[in-house]
């Protein structure tokens, strides 16, 4: 087996990681899973790390289960956490569990014949039949409440201020050490995965294994550390909030600038976690983005890696061309490539108005656009001092004061983009 430790561990992928996991990785075909929490029909960025820590399971031969915790949502994760979080419902839990597996399907093969192709489970399954004493009899006396208490988790939660901890969040290491037990016993499951705060779960899941087992049973952990930003602020926000892995939540548009925005000490940093480039390929580009940082080689090149690997080539190419409409020199043909929703995203915050499209069939002067229909300019006389000026444009081109807007001007047949100098704009809206 090629050595996976090794490889994670130059991409800034182990944070901590057990004695004995990097033997068992190169000894044989291993079996490791990582768990997502249903919080959300989606997954953002934040869950990137791990699926792309599934992935590379799989490239280097290992078994990747992904489990999607239909059980542990129903009580919470108090890893990381100062309060208690809001139980959801049963019909929220199922849609955002079949969301979930949408989003994990698109980047591992559930339907693979391989020897070592990707699982995909629901804890729910194994859990929701499993009574209350039962548990307590056969999982609650296996640990003891001393080693419970003594997880950062638990600790923080009940040194802090605040309503403390409820039982039911204080049993979730208990549940999670029972999801590595089952699939241990299930699947030969030896190695669980996940993101630092999840060490104090992960292991007491080792240890859950090794109790309910017998002497023989062997488990392993490995975690990555949390992503940060270079500034110290939180890793996947954008001015509007998470940054999805899902079209709906978060346009391809504007999830290929949140990475192309990205500043040079994080892109070094990201290029090689959220990417699969060899370190070779990594090196030269990081040399190349230190002698010209202007150009933002890396920015780019990240980019298009992590949209690519999440939308897809097509879409990838349509948000570099829908960031050329802003940024670049387009033409009437390249606004008309967008479709409305990459438009809006593009112009979003500009000012709008709305004109009727009896107006546009007769034709509009270029003046009472500009003035009397928009709003943009306060007077025909400063319309026609822009125009004079020759600062203004529709679609990009620029026009005089003899321009009648006419219907061949409409973009996808409903809009029309003015615009003053170099950046101001303003979107009319034909109804």
Not at 148 to 161: F, I, N, P, Q, Y
Not at 351 to 375: C, F, H, R, T, W
């Amino acid at each position: 087996m090629k050595n996976l430790v090794e490889e994670l561990q130059w991409r800034g992928l182990v944070h901590d990681i057990m004695p004995g996991t990097e033997e068992q990785l190169l000894k044989e075909m291993t079996t490791t899973y990582i768990g997502f929490d249903p919080t959300s029909d989606s997954l953002h960025i934040g869950s990137l790390v791990p699926i792309i820590l599934l992935v590379h399971l799989e490239k280097f031969g290992h078994k990747p289960i992904a489990l999607v915790g239909g059980a542990t949502g129903m009580i919470g994760d108090p890893s990381g956490k100062s309060d208690e979080r809001n139980l959801l419902d049963e019909a929220t839990l199922d849609k955002n569990v079949a969301g979930i597996k949408a989003v994990l399907s698109r980047f591992l093969d559930f339907n693979s014949t391989a020897a070592n192709a990707p699982i995909l489970v629901n804890n729910y399954d194994w859990m929701k039949d499993f009574s209350f004493i039962n548990f307590a009899r056969d999982v609650g006396k296996r640990i003891t409440v001393n080693y419970m208490m003594a997880k950062d988790s638990v600790k923080k939660r009940l040194a802090g201020e605040g309503e403390g901890m409820s039982f039911t969040e204080f049993t979730y290491q208990l549940i999670q050490g029972y999801d590595f037990h089952h699939l241990y016993k299930e699947h030969n499951c030896l190695l669980q995965m996940g993101g630092s705060d999840q060490w104090g779960n992960i292991t007491t899941g080792t240890e859950l294994v090794r109790r309910m087992n017998g002497e023989g049973a062997k488990a392993y952990a490995m975690t990555c550390p949390l992503i940060t930003k270079a500034d110290g602020s939180k890793f996947g926000k954008s001015e509007g909030g998470n940054v999805w892995l899902t079209a709906d939540k978060t346009s391809v548009y504007k999830f290929y600038q949140f990475w192309l925005n990205t500043t040079d000490v994080d892109a070094e940093k990201y290029i090689k976690i959220f990417t699969f480039l060899d370190k070779n390929t990594i090196d030269s580009l990081i040399a190349e983005h230190n002698e010209t940082p202007h150009l933002r080689v890396l920015q780019k090149r990240l980019a298009e890696e992590v949209t690519t690997f999440v939308h897809g080539k097509e879409q990838f190419e349509k948000a570099v061309e829908a960031s050329k409409v802003l940024f670049g020199n387009p033409t009437m043909e390249d606004l008309k490539q967008l479709d409305e929703a990459t438009f809006l995203e593009v112009f979003e915050g500009v000012p709008q108005a709305e004109i009727k499209i009896a107006d546009v069939e007769v034709g509009i002067n270029i003046i009472d656009v500009l003035n009397e229909k928009s709003g943009f300019f306060k007077s025909n006389g400063e319309a026609r001092r822009a125009l004079t000026a020759n600062s203004i444009s529709v679609n990009k081109t620029k026009v005089t004061e003899e321009f009648v807007l006419s219907l061949k001007d409409l973009i996808n047949n409903e809009f029309v983009l003015l615009q003053s100098g170099k950046k101001n704009y303003f979107v009319l809206r034909v109804v």
